[in-house]
């Protein structure tokens, strides 16, 4: 009997000292490196769904421009298969380790902003396009869009830099080598200062 009740104290004992070292892991940032990795994908998430948003709007801004402006044909042409070939190029959360993955994304979707930009400086020729009504909100709504793509790419580039900086880190590398050995750093947008640029939208 009195082996059977000193033995319920010392297994109270190990789970408060189990306790106390979950806590104390916890503590030391453990969970930092997944956190930080879903961050970063969520945020990438962001980026997808604005890029997206983008290219929902384009087919209708193609329509509308096409009704005041059939001669633009190869300018509109040009617009579809950009877009065409951005919605082919996708990239999936797993990727993101991946710099060349990530830089076909870009790059596909670097195209589609070009080929916008040329579309939407024609439309200058065509005033009564300038104040069609669906145009304008078009125009706003590619506007808006446009912003919002930069939010979330700053914003993925900043979850990016917290996440590989914890990998490269102390104690984060050596919790990442120890718990998470699949973590690899991801990557970023890195592009030339010249396509950094929101193409103009404004008239």
């Not at 950009?82 to 990727?95: G, L, P």
């Not at 590619?142 to 490269?168: H, K, M, P």
Request: hydrophobic share 40%; net charge neutral.
């Amino acid at each position: 009997m009195a082996a059977v009740l000193s033995a319920r104290p010392s297994r109270v004992a190990a789970l408060f000292v189990l306790a106390g070292l979950a806590l104390g892991l916890a503590g030391c940032g453990v969970n930092n490196v997944p956190t930080l990795e879903e961050q970063a994908k969520a945020r990438w998430s962001e980026v997808q769904n604005q890029y997206q948003r983008r290219a929902d709007l384009i087919p209708n801004l193609v329509e509308t421009v096409k009704g005041f402006a059939r001669q633009e044909q190869e300018v509109l042409t040009r617009v579809v298969e950009a877009r065409a070939n951005a919605t082919k190029v996708t990239i999936d959360a797993s990727q993101l380790s991946d710099p060349e993955a990530v830089k076909r994304f870009q790059e596909a979707q670097q195209q589609l902003s070009g080929a916008l930009g040329r579309l939407l400086a024609v439309t200058e020729n065509y005033p009564d396009l300038k104040s069609n009504q669906n145009f304008l909100a078009l125009q706003s709504q590619l506007e808006g869009t446009e912003n919002r793509i930069a939010v979330a790419r700053r914003d993925y580039i900043a979850a990016v830099q917290a996440y590989n900086t914890e990998l490269r880190t102390i104690p984060g590398k050596w919790i990442a080598g120890w718990l998470y050995p699949e973590a690899k750093p991801m990557a970023t947008f890195e592009t030339a200062q010249e396509n950094q640029a929101t193409p103009k939208v404004t008239f």
